[in-house]
């Protein structure tokens, strides 16, 4: 954790280009998974998108409430 609060103070172009690949990469491999999970169903290819951004949004709203 130390090493990623400071290469955030020491090079902060750096640091958000990681982020962004570190969640752009996640969320593909979450959306991979959901994908062969739902494949076998013949659902649309639209559907594992939905379930994703759903999970995402419950996920939300429940640290919203534990506040």
């Known amino acids: 954790m130390n090493h990623l609060r400071r290469l955030q103070a020491e090079q902060p172009v750096l640091f958000w280009v990681l982020v962004a690949l570190g969640l752009f990469l996640g969320f593909q491999l979450v959306l991979s998974v959901v994908g062969l999970l739902l494949g076998p ?6 559907v594992p998108i ?3 951004v ?9 640290q919203q409430r534990s506040r």
């Open 41 to 46: 169903f013949g659902l649309p290819s639209w």
């Open 54 to 62: 759903g999970g995402l949004v419950l996920i939300a709203r429940g």
């Open 50 to 52: 939905v379930v994703v």
